[in-house]
């Protein structure tokens, strides 16, 4: 069964919305301006938005409204505060007739806000023949949690991962490959727990000290490129057994970060290689590129180079090939053009913002970005090393992604098992990876996108504080008071709550955060900040904490325990489908 629930934020906003236009016919449609508050349970500063707009002072106004407001319905009592605040506290029955909305509802009354979107979502893109490192985390967990999330609200999500996978390194290691056909680098060839991609990026560097070295492998290198991108049956054929093993690689760490990505979704440099000289023509024919110095350039007119001159995509270089900047404008042109998406979302590093910028701006001069169209780049900042420095190995290298997995999920263990030291060995290997991976992954989408973070596994893997562990705790503690009722099975609907109890503050405080949830999912939406349904979980894990401590649910009378039952079933889901949506795992047992 499904259903739309408004929340009670909303209810109240139109409650004050309607107060406003009856006491002040003029103020009709004016933003309520309504907020959660420690002093009631919303709080509206309407009044000293727009008393000026009637001459009126904040206060008297205030009082109008809170008149009016007091004959609304659902609302137990408002006051005025302070200069001229509402106080508004909701009445309690309709606090739990919403919740027993929201628990008979297998959405939790979360409405699909974003149907009928068209959202195209680049994300992870490490480059083939080279090991996935510390760089791609933040890109594939962010991506992954707004694909989630956009999924979940109705949008039609089409994920890009955009692979490196084309370039003149591909030359040499091709070249490599053949001439030393005892290298050993395929999925059946390398060690059991080996990556081929680790296998293929040494042969690369191996490649490339060649290279350096001799120039007639260079110059068979370069031929090899040549062939390449012509067509070349052979060369292809190598090239695609190199994106096959690597995209082999790749899959392993997406499954056990549990990333939606498929192969199907890859769509690498490659791909584009065949619009490029088109592009090229269509941007000189629209007058958008111009010849400069015997390349083709995009002048932007928004933006100015260190020297005051405008900045420039290099579209064709002087010895006529292509690079990023041309890729980028041919994959910005097929997903408007082809996917026909209505939202292009680039989750690339803070770096690369004049990049995009300049990428965006050429785009719509173009007029492949139209006012129907959004293309927006999903900024993030760099993960820190212990010493506040991006994170590097001792050694000064790139540390390997699965080697972070592998690192967290015997931390995870060990924090487990001081706390269950009796658990069986399967138990905590299960455990220990559900807590693991999802500590790496809820520390990075725990932090606001844009800062950069300290990778710290201690921290993550704590049972205390805004961790991801802490919340997984908080729904097995739930799931375990639901099997004690032997409950976990039932279906709490509307009907099992009275809505003629009182509510105890604690029962009051859950409830509205509970309420929330639909709210907060559309505010990810719209600002691709997955924080925000970290933030959001956490408070709601401490209201059930405090829930829990203060409102006795087993020993409770029939049709107090029932109530209870049934925040207690609406809790464990909106913690499941929270973290879910955060690609986290919700353990039954902890």
Known sequence: MEQQVISVAEQVET????????????????????????RADFQSNVALATAKRVKAGPAELAAELAQALRDADGIADVEVSGPGFLNITVAEPGLWRQAGRRAADDRLGVERSEQGARVVIDYSAPNIAKEMHVGHLRTTIIGDSLARVLGH????????????????????????????????WRHDQVQPGASTVSALDGLYRVARTEFDADEAFADRSRARVVALQAGDEATVARWREIVDESELAFREI???????????????E?????????????????????????????????VKAPDGAPAVLMVQKRDGGYGYDTTDLATIRHR????????????VDARQALHFRLIFEAARRMGWLTDDVE????????????????????????????????????SARRTVGEREPDLPADELDRIAEEAGVGAVKYADLSTSRVKDYTFDIARMVSLTGNTSVYLQYAHARIRSILRKAGAVEATIDAAQIDPALPLHPAERALVLALDEFGDVLRDVAATSEPH???????DTAKAFTDFYENCPVLSAPDDVRANRLALCRLAAATLSQGLGL?????????
């Open 15 to 38: 409650a004050v919305s309607a107060a406003l236009g009856r006491v002040r016919p003029e103020l009709a449609g004016a933003d309520p301006l309504v907020r959660r508050s420690d």
């Open 153 to 184: 609200l109705g949008a039609t999500v089409i994920r890009q991962n955009h692979l490196g996978d084309w370039g003149t390194q591909f030359g040499m290691l091709i070249q490599y490959l053949d001439e030393h056909p005892d290298a050993r």
């Open 254 to 268: 997406y499954g056990r970060l549990g990333v939606l990505l498929e192969p199907g979704d890859s769509a690498g």
């Open 270 to 302: 490659s791909v584009y290689n065949q619009w490029l000289p088109e592009v090229v023509d269509e941007l000189l024919a629209a007058g958008v590129a111009v010849h400069s110095d015997g390349a083709v350039v995009v002048e932007s007119q928004e």
């Open 336 to 347: 408007v053009r082809d996917l026909k998406a209505d939202r292009i979302l680039y989750v």
């Open 375 to 410: 293309a927006v780049h999903v900024a993030f900042g760099t993960v820190l090393g212990p010493d506040g420095r991006p994170f590097k190995t001792r050694a000064g290298g790139t540390v390997r992604l699965m080697h972070l997995i592998d690192e967290a999920v015997d």
């Open 532 to 538: 925000r349904l970290c933030n959001y979980l956490f």
């Open 582 to 590: 955060l690609g986290i795992a919700a353990p039954e047992r902890m």
